[in-house]
């Protein structure tokens, strides 16, 4: 049983051991150990804390693109807008201009018409006056040929003429 139980003497000793070791780490090791957990620690926080901070710059920075492409895109779309715009400007000029060169030379047109068909009415009326007097001298010497003819055709003028 001896071996059992221990000794008064080993007890001490291994109390001034483990106390002296104790003493002797508290002083050379535990300070350096604490010190470098401390540091890390420290640097673990600090990266933490970049970490997080560089997340919050990512979400700003990704606000801010969504915006420029929100900005991009209605510019994109304003310019398309008066890009069509102009267009449909320009394609209605257009056909005004076509329409007013249109009615123009419709006008004109008419115009050379009117004067065309007043100088063939003008050229008609000429021929029609010329072969009316023909067609009354031949009338006239075929009817007046005899004097008697002659007598009762001024009988009938002196009848219609009204004396006031």
Known sequence: MELLTPGSGLIFWQAVVFLGLFFLLSKLAWKPILTSLKERETSIQAALDAAEKAKEEMASLKAGNEKLMKE????????????RDAAN????????????????????????????????????????????????????????????????????????????
Do not use: P
Request: net charge positive; no cysteine; charged share 40%.
């Open 89 to 164: 400007r320009i394609h209605d000029d257009a056909q005004a201009a076509a329409k007013h060169n249109a009615d123009r030379m419709l006008e004109d047109a008419k115009a050379m018409i009117n004067s065309e068909k007043q100088a063939a009415m003008k050229d008609v009326r000429e021929i029609v006056a010329k072969f009316s007097l023909e067609v009354a001298e031949k009338v006239i010497k075929k009817n007046l040929s005899s004097d008697k003819a002659q007598q009762e055709l001024a009988q009938g003028f002196a009848k219609d003429i009204k004396v006031n």
């Open 72 to 83: 991009a895109r209605e510019e994109r779309d304003k310019i398309l807008r008066e890009a």
